[in-house]
């Protein structure tokens, strides 16, 4: 206590002396104790500051860094893709529209396998077109959905060329007959005007005239079914795009749905689902296969489509039976006490009954 009226011991209310350090380690001179704060909150502004400028510096070199990767993935992907169009000996990767897909991506892979495919389908119709008219004819006719009675009921002549016409008396007589026919003539006029053309040796001329009627006759029949054929396929694209909209808007929003659509399984789901659709004659369809393994849950998956989506059924069903089998215990002995370790009818659970 003495020490605290002695004018010679250390001011009592005077704060300790602090020793603190600078960065490097040097002692720095005896602080009290609010320079010593203010020391320790300059040093910590001083370390905050160098952090912040080397995240900066750091954030600067990150897009250099980003866009230099991204443009080395870039030239490997179109590298990629030219060796495998080279593969296919045409140019493919070009013409192929990813949108805001990466070509690399499953999606992307998926929408040139989809180009693919379409070009595919082109290609074979135009060889159809040059090498065969007359299945292209079939072809088209099919498509625009006329049965093969209407087809094969309607005559029909595949014309030579002009040089083989010019080269060939009985292929001239053919081509005349048969433009005479088009015209609405009878076997005997057909043949009156036959024997009138060879008579006056006017065959040839008017083989030649009948060869451009029956060439414009064809030519206007194929445009008429390719601008039909057309027609169509602009109508199912159409009908396709909304019904893919439509299945997008109710996966993602999922607010006409009774399920909940778990968010990492809608993308995948959604692409399964798709495939399933085919669409034919203006109409939509279901398809998918059916094999013994998976029969049981096909079933189950009719069966919820059956019902219209009505789980109550399902569960009526369910409580129903364990109703029955509650009733059957109770006939077998009503009076008889539970069995050990058992509890009442009132609160058994359901898995317990069962």
């Known amino acids: 206590m003495g020490d605290l009226f002695n004018p010679d011991s250390p001011d009592a209310t005077s704060a300790p002396a602090t020793n603190i350090t600078d960065g490097d380690g040097t002692k720095l001179p005896d602080l009290s104790a609010e320079q010593a704060a203010q020391a320790a909150a300059d040093e910590a502004q001083r370390l905050a500051d160098e952090a912040a400028a080397a995240e900066a510096t750091a954030e600067d070199e990150e897009p250099g860094s980003d866009e230099e990767t991204e443009q080395e993935s870039t030239t490997e992907d179109i590298e990629f893709y030219k ?12 013409n192929v529209d990813y949108g805001t897909a990466d070509p690399m991506s499953p999606q992307g892979v998926f929408i040139r396998e989809q180009y693919i495919a379409n070009k595919a389908r082109a290609d074979y119709e135009n060889v159809l077109k040059e090498n065969d008219p007359r299945a292209y004819a079939y072809f088209l006719h099919r498509q625009n959905g006329g049965s093969d009675e209407e087809f094969y ?5 595949v014309l030579p060329t002009l040089q083989e016409i010019k080269e060939s008396v009985d292929l001239q007589r053919k081509v005349y007959q048969a433009a005479l ?3 609405g003539n009878t076997p005997k006029q057909v043949e009156a005007l036959l024997k009138v053309s060879i008579d006056s040796k006017e065959l040839e001329q008017d083989a030649e005239v009948a060869f451009k009627e029956l060439k414009e006759k064809d030519d206007n029949d194929f445009r008429i079914a390719q601008q039909r054929n ?22 993602t929003s999922g607010e006409a749905l009774k399920f909940a659509i778990p968010e990492a399984t809608k993308a995948a789901f959604s692409q399964e689902f798709k495939k399933l659709i085919h669409y034919e004659d203006g109409e939509f369809y279901l398809v998918k296969p059916v094999r013994k393994e998976s029969l049981p849950q096909i079933l189950e998956a009719e069966l919820f489509n059956h019902l219209k989506g009505d789980l109550k059924k399902l569960v ?36 317990s009954i069962l």
């Open 83 to 94: 060796t495998l169009d080279s593969l296919h000996g045409e140019v493919i990767n070009e």
């Open 316 to 351: 009526e069903r369910k409580a129903a039976t364990v109703s029955a089998r509650r009733t059957l215990n109770k006939a077998i002995d009503p009076k008889a006490p539970p069995k050990a370790g058992s509890v009442g009818t009132q609160s058994s659970s359901l898995g």
């Open 153 to 157: 009921a309607k005559p029909s002549t």
């Open 230 to 251: 057309e027609q169509i396929k602009e109508q199912e694209n159409r009908e396709l795009v909304a019904l893919d909209t439509e299945i997008n808007n109710l996966i």
């Open 181 to 183: 026919t088009g015209r």
